[in-house]
């Protein structure tokens, strides 16, 4: 899809709807982790790569979640890194070739969650 056209609407558009109609339907698609691109330049990586120590935060609607997680810095080989290149090169034409992706795995027990205050 990405190689497909240089139009971005027309990338987006049609990434959506294979998303939409069939990837998102199957739950064997996905696994617990969360991947996130980082500049090839960027340390960050680096310093997070091999801790298990990593909470990541995010509040979506009224909800705040903690998620702690082990970080790993992935192998440009890897299907992961792949997976992850790939799709984000779908939503931001402007993705450099060369980046390094850091791979987050859930440590469920430690997961929390609260209500926002109204």
Sequence with gaps: MVRRTHDPK????AALRYLQSAHFQDPTNFDDRLTAVFGAEADLPRQLSGRSDCVL?????NQRYWLTCEAVRLDPESPAFEATYW??????PSLPA?????SFTP???LARAEPLPN
Excluded at 57 to 61: G, K, L, S
């Design 57 to 61: 935060r995010f509040e979506q609607f």
């Design 87 to 92: 799709h984000n090169a779908l939503f931001n």
């Design 10 to 13: 027309e990338r987006y558009d």
């Design 107 to 109: 440590d469920w027990s």
């Design 98 to 102: 060369e980046v390094q992706i850091v």
